[in-house]
Nanobody
Framework: QVQLVESGGGLVQPGGSLRLSCAAS????????MAWYRQAPGKRRELVAG???????NYADSVKGRFTISRDNAKNTVYLQMNNLKPEDTAVYYC??????WGQGTQVTVSS
């Protein structure tokens, strides 16, 4: 049973940066596609960024040029580097494995 644990969320001012991490355990991490989603209060959960097992990435239009997803298969970890954060990026961020396993989420708040 694969488990995912996110970390790295917090409070940051507009224009600031955060790096989220998602550590996987209990499975063969390297063969799976990974993704980050987010859900703001009163809104549907949405895809932020995804990375295939071979490293191909995709991003939501709203974060292109500001966020970078990456993975370290040796550490069973996927990252989300978030730069130039905006108040509208405020949400709970969730890690996802293979479109079927979810982490518990980590809160990101962008506010002055």
């Amino acid at each position: 049973q694969v488990q995912l644990v996110e970390s790295g969320g917090g409070l940051v001012q507009p224009g600031g940066s955060l790096r989220l991490s998602c550590a996987a355990s209990g499975g063969i991490f390297s063969i799976y596609a990974m993704a980050w989603y987010r859900q703001a209060p009163g809104k549907r959960r949405e895809l932020v960024a995804g990375i295939m097992s071979g490293g191909i990435t995709n991003y939501a239009d709203s974060v292109k040029g500001r966020f970078t997803i990456s993975r370290d298969n040796a550490k069973n970890t996927v990252y989300l580097q978030m730069n130039n954060l905006k108040p509208e990026d405020t949400a709970v961020y969730y890690c996802n494995l293979d479109s079927r396993v979810w982490g518990q989420g980590t809160q990101v708040t962008v506010s002055s």
